[in-house]
């Protein structure tokens, strides 16, 4: 299949734009409260399920005729036919010349996927089956540390999208995980992290899994050596007559796509877990990745996981726009984005179960779309990339929403709630759901400055009482927050991030952007490192601030 002629266009191009254009100023002459008064059947015609989620979204600034335009957009982008390249393991991400099949790593066992004449579906399970086994072995105490005591902490060392994916799911399915077993994830190089993850660890019964594509992070690299150095030092004793490997073979794993890395660092091949180049770092958490995921809960419950990724992506890559899910988000984010000039979206999740949700769609959205030039390497013409942001509520209720009801930024907000919660307790979970139902009318609705001064409210005070109101929100509700449902929540937020990026032209699956710092750290460390005065040869800024920072080292406190 060819690349469609619509794919990678500039959205300027598109009939549906110039309706937008001018839905757009027809918008600024009504309200929520007025669309709702003159259509009370809002909530039925703007509401949307999915492999179980509920949204409604009758609270955002659109009509029929809104909603419409915004699905020819979709239509006139190409979207469908780049969903379609997606699937069938086409090179879509262009400047990196990858296929983008993360939808691969939940496709059932027996399905067909080719790509370079091999079925990488088969590939997949393989690496499933041999990650179920290892999980098995840990969970059970099968698994025994170099001095015969079973592992009781797993300790995942990554970064980025090997990183981000395992701690919010682990969070997100803490009530579903052994909870004789400790976790704890290092990420930054800061040796505060892991000095703290590891302090009331014992060596003898803790497994570290190293989790990098690459296999070359910086990070990463920097703390699997101080994990190898923290585990030698208490149980390499050479009396025993076992050798460093000995000790690395028991309690260090690999996750990662580069063999050769691996086993440089000392690492059995055979305990490492591999995945592919088709998979970007954030669009992992499901891969070989999700290890210490698969090691918490069980290989069942995270082949439930992945069965609720793969019914979303069915439903993503067969509903007509008009009724998908993750195609109507995308859509109502480019409405946000590029006609009301918006730049965040609150993602507000009334689960704590679900607290670094928020952080884990920062890097998924941001790193995706934050571009700046087309498929075809051509300046965009319009906004790209939304900030994705939050807090779970009710916590972010006390302190930052005080800006999105009354400050003078627009910011839609996406509100996830669940008809119940894992762990009930009292009537916590009705307090906690009548929360989102309120703040979700408050934006909306707001309050008049009559109705606050029906209230007697002195007339000095009404205005900074006023609740403008017609702030745009999606309510996203569910039964119950499980593996199955997780991975339903994240692959609709991916594809939801595809559908905006398609429109925009761009490559969601590159991250250009994040290179050059690398690059320069590395020529830095060694003059931070060097005993002797280095002649600096940067920006007078970066050299004077070197010069402040080997001072600052060597002061005595
Ligand atoms: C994600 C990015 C990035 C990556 C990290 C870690 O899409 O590519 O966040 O995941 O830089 O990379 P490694 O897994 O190779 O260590």
Redesign the pocket.
């Known amino acids: 299949m060819s690349l469609d002629p619509a794919v990678g266009r500039s959205p300027l191009t598109m009939a549906a734009w110039n309706e937008l254009t001018s839905d757009r100023e027809q918008m600024s002459s009504t309200t929520l409260r007025q669309l709702f008064a003159d259509d009370p059947q809002r909530p039925e015609e703007f509401s949307i399920e999915a492999c179980g989620i509920f949204a409604d979204y009758s609270k955002n600034l659109v009509t029929t005729s809104i909603m419409s335009h915004l699905v020819q957009l979709a239509t006139e982008s190409g979207l469908r036919t780049h969903i379609d390249q997606m699937f069938l393991g086409e090179r879509i991400n262009t400047s990196e010349d990858r296929s983008v099949l993360h939808v691969a790593l939940r496709a059932p066992a027996g399905s067909t996927l080719m790509v370079d004449g091999v079925n990488v579906t088969d590939e997949v399970h393989e690496v499933l089956t041999h990650m179920g086994a290892f999980a098995r072995t840990i969970r059970s105490g099968e698994w025994k540390g170099i001095t015969g005591e079973r592992i009781r902490n797993v300790v995942n060392i990554?970064?980025?999208?090997?990183d981000l994916g395992p701690v919010m799911a682990y969070e997100a399915l803490r009530a579903y995980s052994d909870r004789d077993l400790t976790f704890r994830f290092v990420s930054n190089v800061d040796s505060a992290d892991f000095v703290e993850a590891t302090r009331d660890l014992e060596p003898a019964e803790t497994l570290f899994i190293i989790?990098?594509?690459?296999?070359?992070?910086l990070e990463?690299m920097t703390n699997a050596r101080s994990a190898r150095h923290w585990l030698l030092s208490t149980l390499h004793t050479p009396a025993s007559g076992q050798t460093e490997s000995d000790v690395i073979s028991r309690h260090c794993v690999a996750v990662s796509t580069n063999a050769a890395k691996v086993t440089e660092f000392g690492i059995d091949t055979q305990n490492m877990f591999g995945f592919w180049d088709w998979v970007?770092?954030?669009?992992s958490m499901d891969s070989a990745i999700g290890l210490s995921t698969m090691i918490a809960i069980g290989p069942k419950q995270f082949n439930d996981m992945l069965r609720g990724f793969h019914d979303m992506d069915e439903h993503f890559r067969t509903a007509p726009f008009a009724e998908n899910l993750p195609v109507i988000m995308g859509l109502l984010a480019v409405w946000y984005r590029n006609f009301f000039h918006t730049q965040t979206i609150a993602v507000l999740p009334y689960s704590q179960y679900l607290k670094r949700f928020p952080a884990y769609l920062q890097?998924l959205t941001m790193?995706s779309n934050g571009k700046h030039v087309r498929l075809d390497g051509s300046t965009v013409e319009t906004d790209t990339g939304l900030i994705y942001w939050g807090e779970p509520g009710t916590n972010g209720q006390h302190s930052f929403y005080q800006l999105i009801h009354q400050g003078t930024t627009l910011i839609p907000v996406d509100f996830i709630g669940f008809g119940r919660t894992p762990t009930p307790l009292g009537n916590h979970h009705d307090i906690l759901m009548s929360n989102i139902f309120a703040q979700a009318q408050a934006l909306a609705f707001g309050k008049t400055a009559a109705e606050i001064a029906a209230e007697g409210t002195a007339a000095d005070v009404v205005p900074h009482k006023v609740m403008p109101g017609n702030r745009p929100s999606t309510v996203l509700l569910a039964e119950m927050l499980t593996p199955y449902r997780l991975g339903t929540l994240v692959a609709l937020y991916e594809h939801s991030v595809f559908t905006q990026g398609s429109i925009w032209g761009i490559d969601s699956f590159d991250?250009w952007g994040?290179e050059l710092g690398k690059v320069l750290a590395q020529a830095i460390i060694p003059e931070l490192e060097s005993p002797e005065q280095p002649r600096l040869t940067h920006d007078p800024s970066t050299n004077a601030l070197i010069n402040r920072y080997r001072a600052l080292k060597n002061a005595a406190e």
């Open positions: 990554g970064i980025g999208g090997s989790a990098s594509k690459t296999f070359t992070t990463t970007g770092g954030r669009y890097q790193e991250q994040v």
